[in-house]
């Protein structure tokens, strides 16, 4: 079992940063991949971003690639979303999600555990 617990989300302005954090434990904690959803009211969640195990294997969707990055503390279990110039439209839930096995999986339906979700609002 893995329970994920996300953190950082919050308001932000047009073309600042913001960093979501998403904290792993359980016993297979070490070993499997994390990603991120977002999800805005009346929408499927969306891939943005995952990350594997060793924190080696990145992975983005296109609408954030060059401006979000992902990275791995596996001393602390923890996976971090460092979000740069935020757009109102990066405006959603972010979920924290993990699979056993590799990162590069992008639907909801590919990932067995989950966070309760962070919101983020960027103004513009």
């Known amino acids: 079992q893995v329970l994920l617990v996300e953190s950082g989300g919050g308001l932000a302005q047009a073309g600042g940063s913001l960093v979501l954090s998403c904290a792993v434990s359980?016993?297979?904690?070490?070993?499997?991949?994390v990603a991120w959803f977002s999800q805005v009211p009346g929408k499927d969640r969306e891939y943005v971003s995952s990350?594997?195990?060793?924190?080696?294997?990145?992975y983005y969707s296109g609408s954030v690639k060059g401006r979000f990055n992902i990275s791995r503390e596996n001393g602390r279990n923890t996976v971090h979303l460092q979000m740069n110039s935020l757009k109102p439209e990066d405006t959603a839930t972010y979920y924290c999600a993990a699979r056993d096995g590799a990162p590069s999986y992008y639907y909801s339906w590919d990932y067995k555990y989950w966070g309760q979700g962070t919101q983020v609002t960027v103004s513009s």
């Open positions: 359980g016993r297979a904690a070490s070993s499997v991949a």
């Open positions: 990350i594997d195990w060793s924190g080696d294997d990145k």
